[in-house]
């Protein structure tokens, strides 16, 4: 039996990766590029990889607890399968993602190896982006834009009127609006 372990550091907090990991019927976005689609039918997931190789995967368990998902590959391209994945925390603001796969025969090391090291990195690179764009959305501020709707929105509760604008009132009518009478507010 063959046996290939990956580990790869990742620069977001255990919670997040496990977050975004336990999503298995996510796994292309979560791996992308190295695969390209996913569908789920109860517990059985097939993924489609770049090279288009079409798996089918059973999923045994996701462990909130542990932060491990476990899964099988199904079907005849191995005799034996068994995989791991797990998120391990290393500090407040990194962690660690082990890939374990196990099977029978040991010659398909040589397929499998390559796509546990790129779906580590691609893990690993989706996930930080994913989080550094959570984190940039987050300090961005919310535009609004200003004029009679936006007021006639903010006093419905939808968001804080905008700050009055000196001139503002009355609009006087322009060539593209003029003729066509005031246009309503959703």
């Known amino acids: 039996m063959a046996t290939i372990r990956h580990q790869h550091d990742i620069a977001v907090p255990a919670e997040r990766a496990w977050a975004m990991l336990r999503r298995v019927d996510r796994a292309d976005r979560l791996f992308a590029p190295v695969l390209t689609g996913c569908t789920m039918e109860g517990d059985v997931r097939t993924v489609t990889f770049a090279n288009g190789m079409v798996v089918r995967e059973q999923v045994v ?24 994945m797990e998120i391990l925390p290393l500090d407040a603001d990194s962690c660690r993602f082990v890939w374990t796969s196990d099977f029978l025969p040991a010659e398909r090391a040589e397929t499998v190896r390559p796509l546990v090291i790129e779906g580590a990195s691609a893990l690993a690179r989706n996930v930080e982006r994913d989080a550094g764009a959570g984190q940039a959305q987050a300090r961005r501020p919310v535009s609004r834009p200003a004029g009679p709707c936006a007021r006639s929105r903010a006093r419905a509760g939808r968001w804080p009127a905008p700050p009055p604008v000196r001139g503002a009132w009355p609009r006087r009518p322009t060539r593209r609006s003029a003729g066509r009478g005031r246009r309503s507010c959703p």
């Open 61 to 84: 368990t996701v462990d909130d607890a542990g932060r491990r998902l476990a899964y099988s590959v199904l079907g005849d391209m191995f005799e034996r399968h068994a995989a791991s």
